[in-house]
T-cell receptor, first 114, second 112 residues
C-alpha cells in the first residue's frame, strides 16, 4: 500500500507570486483534503475534493484553488501570495465511501513567503 | 460551524505517569472524533478514533472516551514513555464527507 506523498518538500516564494503544490493520495483513496498549518496551530481545512469535484471548502479566499485528477492526485494553487500564507500545507487522503472515516496525511510542503 | 476547544496547551509528565487531554465540541451533529499525534517536523498520524455510537475505545496504552451529552471527549495515555512526547490534536467531524475541525493542539512532554 502506497502512502500519501507531497511535493515539493520546501518552497520559498516572494509576495505576489503564485505557487502550485502537489499531492498523491494513498492507494485506493478517492478523496483528498488540503490543510494549512501555521506554526503552533492545528491544521485548518482549506477544501476537499472527491472524484474531481470540490466537496467542501473552509474559510479561505478564492485565490486558494485546487484540482483533483482522474487518478485522485491533487493540486493546491495559491495566487497573489501574502506573507501570512507562510505555513505547512498538508494534504490528506481518505475513502469515506467505503464507510471508513480515517484520514491519512502526507508529509507536507513547507511554504515560506518573503 | 463546528468549534473545537482543546486543553491543556502544554502537559508535562514524568515517565510512567498518565496523561489526559480534553476536548469539547460545539456541533451536536458531529459523529466522528479522531486523535492525531504530530512529532516535530513530521506529519500528523492518526492514533485512535471514536464514533458517536461508542462511549469508550482502547488500544494498548491509549484510550478515548466520549460524552455526547456534555459534548466532550478525552484522550488518556497510561504508562507514558519519552517517545510519547509530541503534539496531540483532537478533531471533530460529521457526516460522510469527513471535514474535520481540529483543536489547537497539546504539547505533551514526557520526562525520563
Amino acid at each position: 500500500e502506497t502512502g500519501v506523498t507531497q511535493s515539493p518538500t520546501h518552497l520559498i516564494k516572494t509576495r505576489g507570486q503564485q505557487v502550485t503544490l502537489r499531492c498523491s493520495s494513498q492507494s485506493g483513496h478517492n478523496t483528498v483534503s488540503w490543510y494549512q498549518q501555521a506554526l503552533g496551530q492545528g491544521p485548518q481545512f482549506i477544501f476537499q475534493y472527491y472524484r474531481e469535484e470540490e466537496n467542501g471548502r473552509g474559510n479561505f479566499p478564492p485565490r486558494f484553488s485546487g484540482l483533483q485528477f482522474p487518478n485522485y492526485s491533487s493540486e493546491l494553487n495559491v495566487n497573489a501570495l501574502e506573507l501570512d500564507d507562510s505555513a505547512l500545507y498538508l494534504c490528506a487522503s481518505s475513502r469515506p465511501t467505503g464507510g471508513s472515516y480515517e484520514q491519512y496525511f502526507g508529509p507536507g510542503t513547507r511554504l515560506t513567503v518573503t | 460551524g463546528e468549534n473545537v476547544e482543546q486543553h491543556p496547551s502544554t502537559l508535562s509528565v514524568q515517565e510512567g505517569d498518565s496523561a489526559v487531554i480534553k476536548c469539547t465540541y460545539s456541533d451536536s451533529a458531529s459523529n466522528y472524533f479522531p486523535w492525531y499525534k504530530q512529532e516535530l517536523g513530521k506529519r500528523p498520524q492518526l492514533i485512535i478514533d471514536i464514533r458517536s455510537n461508542v462511549g469508550e475505545k482502547k488500544d494498548q496504552r491509549i484510550a478515548v472516551t466520549l460524552n455526547k451529552t456534555a459534548k466532550h471527549f478525552s484522550l488518556h495515555i497510561t504508562e507514558t514513555q519519552p517517545e510519547d512526547s509530541a503534539v496531540y490534536f483532537c478533531a471533530a467531524s460529521k457526516g460522510g464527507s469527513y471535514i474535520p475541525t481540529f483543536g489547537r493542539g497539546t504539547s505533551l512532554i514526557v520526562h525520563p
